[in-house]
């Protein structure tokens, strides 16, 4: 097998990247009460608007990245491995590429949040140096908030 490939999104990712965050995200619908927020994202508007990365490997796409640089920080809006890919580093390597947007765009944080419900998440970010800042209610769901210092 192949090393993965990560690359900026097109607008023929599109429809990949929506299926992703769908298989992704879909075993936390039951917990949460409803569609976590990327699975209704308009992945269309975000590609040109923020950096939006696919990662890939021979059977086709299983990861991507949402990142926005905002005025004093990088915001990872989203990131989504497939299930079958869970497992490989993957999340570790979109991480990475978050931090190397926020470099790029000369940002010192790195800044992310999740809901509540994803406990496995609020376990991993820690790992890879995030600090938990607060928690907080955010367009109906249950958020938890963190940050890195690069």
Request: proline share 4%; hydrophobic share 45%.
């Amino acid at each position: 097998m192949a090393e993965p490939s990560l690359r900026r999104a097109i607008p023929s990712d599109v429809a990949s990247i929506a299926e992703l965050a769908e298989r992704a995200y879909e075993k936390y619908v039951a917990r949460i009460g409803r569609r976590p927020a990327p699975m209704d994202t308009d992945y269309a508007a975000l590609i040109g608007a923020a950096n939006v990365w696919v990662l890939t490997d021979d059977n086709g796409l299983v990861g991507s990245l949402v990142t926005c640089v905002m005025d004093d920080h990088l915001l990872l809006d989203a990131i989504a491995v497939a299930p079958h890919a869970q497992g490989r580093g993957y999340g570790a390597l979109l991480l990475r590429r978050a931090e190397d947007d926020a470099r790029e765009a000369d940002r010192t944080e790195v800044r992310l949040l999740t809901n509540a419900a994803m406990t496995e998440n609020i376990a991993m970010y820690p790992r890879f140096g995030y600090v938990e800042t607060h928690r907080a209610g955010q367009d109906g769901f249950r958020r938890v908030f963190f940050s890195k210092r690069l």
